[in-house]
């Protein structure tokens, strides 16, 4: 009896309830939907009473002694307008935010991976540059540990590897500021910057660059200026256009064969640094690396021309699945002296030991120094690609600390990479895009800084007439 009294008790408490949700309800469909339609343009009715009806008719479903009423007691805030739509606009500004968290999560992703490849490329060619052109035995005779800077004093500094990468890097965010032929922009861009970097005394210029640039002067158009060569110069400056737009392999084509018949025209050439702004936009995306995916995105994007250079690093991606060291495999390819400056002896190198250490730029970077010959060369374009993987936090902090370079202090090597990334987002062809400033630097401070760079170039080049041989 006192059972039946009770629940007779709830039963009536939650017909109040419920009747007082119904009128809840009511007065919210009349606000949303039927007030608007009777009032002159431009003038707003009341507000919905928002969540009332909702959680009487909740309270309504759980005060029942039913257990189906109970387990339906979330209904009531679909049926009330006031209580459904807050709670649509509460998951609508929760769901912004998450999508406007993994935006800014994306964004710093990309800027990341841009700040990690120019760095990387500069503390990899720093290291390098002291044994630039020393044999492997000679390398391990004159300089036992490598683990460190062997320039000056102890410290690093930068040679054209990274000055290339660097004014690859400008001529994409001076291309980016107006859509209207993008790729035409970074041609002039980068063509002037070449110029200009030749008139700056570098210490260090390519047979094949140097004429290039020199034809550039003399009038030659920017599609006509390179020299038949296969050297490096190209795969120098592709990492940064691979982190930047890998995503779009139709304009990452175009912009590597810019790049590349700037200074060379040989198809080995365009191939290799195509292949290496290629490895630099897996490493910077973080992709599952597939050696015969990787391969047919090259033979797609040349054809049967690519044969040769497909070959090659057919070979390089062999030999890391059987697990051969990146010396090893150098010493089948004929680079036993060291590694020479041909592009199809360089990438597969430098693509040997990405993928042998992957996500490690410390072995990356050691391994292909090891191999001897063009270290700065190689170095440089093997951190490249491991710098955008990894980021400024996965290169060791005291080589960057210990990299002195100037004016292209390691700051604005950091802020340069960022820049660049971002003002590739979003892509050129979506518009018209947004302003990206370059970061501050004293351009005459450069002539200065080469002259006295090349003095201890000199320097080193006589030191290496003295023993230990």
């Known amino acids: 009896m006192i059972q039946a009294q009770r629940e007779l008790v709830h039963w009536w408490t939650s017909g109040l309830l419920l009747f007082i949700f119904i009128l809840a309800a ?27 009806g909702g959680l009487f008719g909740l309270f309504a479903c759980l005060n029942a002694p039913s257990p189906v009423l109970k387990i339906l007691c979330w209904l009531p805030f679909l049926l009330d307008p006031g209580s459904g739509y807050y709670l649509y606009l509460g998951f609508r500004s929760y769901r912004n935010e998450q999508l406007q968290q993994a935006e800014q999560a994306r964004k710093d992703t990309v800027a990341r991976s841009g700040a990690g490849c120019l760095l990387g490329t500069a503390v990899g060619d720093a290291l390098g540059l002291a044994v630039e052109g020393l044999s492997r035995r000679r390398q391990q005779a004159m300089f036992p540990g490598l683990d460190r800077y062997h320039f000056l004093l102890g410290k690093g500094f930068c040679s054209d590897d990274t000055e290339h990468a660097c004014m690859t890097a400008n001529a994409l965010i001076s291309a980016s500021y107006l859509q209207e032929s993008f790729t035409g922009r970074f041609q002039r861009s980068l063509a002037w910057r070449l110029r200009f970097w030749l008139l700056g005394l570098p210490a260090g210029v390519g047979l094949a660059t140097g004429r290039g ?95 040769e250079t497909s070959a090659a690093l057919a070979a390089a991606f062999a030999s890391v699945a059987q697990g051969e060291s990146t010396a090893g495999f150098a010493d089948t390819i004929g680079c036993s002296d060291g590694v020479s400056g041909y592009a199809l002896h360089t990438v597969p190198v430098c693509l040997h030991a990405w993928l042998s250490h992957r996500g490690d730029y410390r072995a990356t970077v050691l391994s292909v120094i090891h191999c001897g010959g063009d270290a700065d060369t190689t170095a440089a374009i093997a951190g490249g690609i491991v710098g955008a993987e990894v980021g400024r936090e996965g290169i060791p902090q005291a080589w960057l600390d210990d990299l002195k370079e100037w004016p292209r202090t390691v700051d604005w090597i950091e802020q ?45 080049g006589f030191r290496r007439l003295l023993p230990p041989y």
């Open 26 to 52: 009511g007065y919210n469909l009349r606000t949303l939907v039927l007030v608007p339609r009777r009032l002159p343009m431009g003038q707003h009715g009341p507000s919905p009473l928002p969540l009332v």
């Open 213 to 307: 640039i020199i034809k550039l002067w003399l009038g030659f158009p920017s599609d006509r200026s390179g020299v038949f060569s296969a050297g490096n110069g190209p795969a120098m400056r592709a990492p940064i256009l691979g982190v930047c737009y890998g995503d779009d392999r139709e304009l990452l084509k175009q912009l590597v064969r810019i790049s590349t018949r700037l200074t060379h025209t040989d198809p080995r050439a365009e191939q290799a640094a195509y292949a290496v702004a290629l490895a630099a936009h897996y490493a910077a995306a973080s992709l599952p690396f597939q050696a015969a995916v990787f391969l047919a995105e090259l033979e797609q994007a040349f054809g049967e021309a690519c044969k």
């Open 416 to 460: 340069l990479g960022m820049a660049a990334v971002c003002s590739a987002r979003p892509a050129p062809t979506e518009g018209i895009r947004f302003l990206t400033l370059h970061p501050s630097l004293f351009v005459p401070w450069l002539l200065v800084r080469n002259i006295l760079f090349l003095m201890i170039v000199l320097l080193h």
